[in-house]
Each structure stands twice: as C-alpha cells, then as structure tokens.
C-alpha cells in the first residue's frame, strides 16, 4: 500500500483548460510538499503547506490541504503548454533526518 | 538562486565496476540526501546525512553503498559494485535546519551495462 496516491496517473488537455490532481492518504501529516519535475531534471519544490485547510496560490496554481491533514489538491487555472512535467505530493518521515516520502506523481500533458 | 550541483550528469559503467557520484549542495545547508528514480518509477530515498554522519539510511542503500562529505562541500555517493538494478537517476538534495522543503540536484543518469 502507497503511503500517498496520486490521481490521475496520467492527464492530457488543451492549452486553457483548468484541471485539478489530487494526493491522498490515509495518514495525517504535520507537512505536505509539491514538487515539479521535469524529464532529465530533479523536483523543484512549489509549495509547501502545513495547516489543515490551508490554501496557497503560485500564479496559475492552488494548492490545498486538507482539514484533516491527509490529503492535498493542486489545481491549475487555464493550462499552458509551460506547465507539462510530472507533479509529486511528498511528506516527511522520520523526525531527525525530514527525508521525503513520495507519491507516484501526476504526469501533466498541455497540448498547444 | 542557489544550486545543487551534480556531476556527471551521465554516466555509464560496466556491471561490477565502482562509480562516485559527486554533489554540491547549497553552501549553508546542513541536512544532505541522497535520493533515485528507476526509469517510470517514484523518487525513492536512499540516505540522509547530517553532522558528517549517515543519520538514516534505507533497505536499498545496502553494504555496496557508501557516501561521504569529504571536504565540506562536496557529498558523495559510491557505489562499489554496480549491478544491473542499480541503473537509475540519482538526486542529490539538500536543505537547512528552518526550511522544510528541499532543494534538489539536477541529477546522474546512472546506466550499468
């Protein structure tokens, strides 16, 4: 069992269409993270967010978190062919080292 | 804006042979990862370093698997004897005590032959 799911896996629009990715789980974290990913590249963070219902705007993107701290949307207003790549949730595990649990990322496709 | 830096960016070495993946974290960063992504798979994390010692390691990062801060600035990672299996982008990572989120290299295409 994945601690995170990601849905979709896989998603493919039209440049200036809004879509949403969920990250969920059956745990409650203190922290979540969005990273972006692009192929041949690391994750380049976006956003963290640590208060349950909180909501954070990056530009185009919001992220949320849920109420109860176990689970997180990202959504994107109008889609540009800028904002393909693999997107990720992670948390932190272990109280000394913060290493980064995964999820199994949403891969974005925005067509021209 | 600072950058983690990773050398080779690709790197191909026949099974058996030892590779040393070569990192520079930020300069003030004190929590140093290493981190892998086999080809379609998640970024899986294999250690942790922190005060010049492994603070946590997992299952993957077994016996053949080493990492050292030698000169405090860069961060290895040697791979003694690589295996098939080991073929995979290699991420080196790095953040300070207040920041939660990390910052990642760019990383190593390790391809074993």
């Known amino acids: 069992t994945q601690l995170l799911e990601q849905s979709p896996q896989f998603l493919s629009i039209q440049e200036g269409e809004n879509l949403t990715v969920y990250c969920n789980s059956s745990?409650?974290?203190?922290?979540l993270q969005w990273y972006r990913q692009e192929p041949g590249e690391g994750p380049v963070l976006l956003v963290t967010?640590?208060?349950?219902?909180e909501v954070k705007k990056l530009k185009r993107l919001t992220f949320q978190f849920g109420d109860a701290r176990k689970d997180s949307s990202l959504h994107i207003t109008a889609a540009q062919p800028g904002d393909t790549g693999l997107y990720l949730c992670?948390?932190?595990?272990?109280?000394?080292?913060?290493?980064?649990?995964f999820g199994q990322g949403t891969t974005l496709q925005v067509k021209p | 804006e600072p950058e983690v830096t990773q050398t080779p960016s690709h790197q191909v070495t026949q099974m058996g042979q030892e590779v040393i993946l070569r990192c520079v974290p930020i300069?003030?960063?004190?929590?140093f990862y290493w981190y892998r992504q086999i080809l379609g798979q998640k970024v899986e994390f294999l250690v942790s370093?922190?005060?010049?010692?492994?603070?946590?390691k997992s299952e993957i990062f077994d016996d053949q698997f080493s990492v050292e801060r030698p000169d405090g600035s860069n961060f290895t990672l040697k791979i003694r004897s690589t295996k098939l299996e080991d073929s995979a982008m290699y991420f080196c990572?790095?953040?300070?005590?207040?920041?939660?989120?990390?910052?990642f290299g760019s990383g190593t295409r390790l391809t074993v032959v």
């Open positions: 990572a790095s953040r300070d005590a207040l920041v939660i989120g990390y910052t």
């Open positions: 745990s409650v974290f203190s922290s």
């Open positions: 967010v640590v208060t349950g219902g």
């Open positions: 992670a948390v932190g595990r272990g109280s000394n080292t913060g290493k980064l649990i």
């Open positions: 300069s003030n960063h004190l929590y």
């Open positions: 370093f922190y005060n010049n010692e492994i603070s946590e």
